[in-house]
């Protein structure tokens, strides 16, 4: 299924009409397919909060799908110098941390947290902006 991030929001493509749709559906709004799912537990995540991103899993989601509960992951720089755009992490799950909310925004089309950290499913990013 082809994916990608778009200004922080991840864009899935159907596989059979090509429709964009953004995580929430099980089914195409264009074509009707079903080779969507829900957001699920277990899920990677990715928190954008300006220029910086964080690496999140989602560990709970209501019965519409419009809440999730996400936990931290613990990231570790892998790559040589973290002065770069190629920044590369290793992630692992940290059952100890702290487990925040996020909600579906229509108006974005997106997870967010507080109104302004927005939130993709689906892979795990992790950036530090070094002008910041
Ligand atoms: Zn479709």
């Given at each position: 299924m082809y994916?990608?991030?778009k200004d922080g929001v991840l864009e899935i493509a159907c596989p059979d009409c090509a429709a964009v749709t953004h995580g929430l559906e099980e089914?195409?709004?264009?074509?009707?397919?079903?080779?969507?799912?829900?957001?699920?537990?277990?899920d990677g995540a990715t928190m954008s909060s300006g220029s910086d991103r964080y690496p999140y899993t989602v560990t709970c989601v209501n019965k519409s799908g419009k809440t999730i509960q996400l936990q931290a992951d613990d990231f570790h720089l892998i790559s040589d110098t973290p002065y770069s755009d190629s920044q590369e992490y290793s992630y692992t799950r940290n059952t100890?941390?702290?487990?925040?909310?996020?909600?579906?925004?229509?108006?974005?089309?997106?997870?967010?947290?507080?109104?302004?950290?927005?939130?993709?499913?689906?892979?795990?990013n992790a950036y530090w902006d070094p002008c910041f």
């Open positions: 994916s990608r991030l089914v195409c709004p264009a074509c009707q397919c079903e080779h969507f799912r829900k957001v699920s537990p277990g100890d941390a702290a487990v925040v909310t996020a909600r579906w925004s229509n108006k974005r089309q997106c997870y967010q947290r507080n109104g302004h950290q927005r939130v993709s499913i689906g892979h795990r």
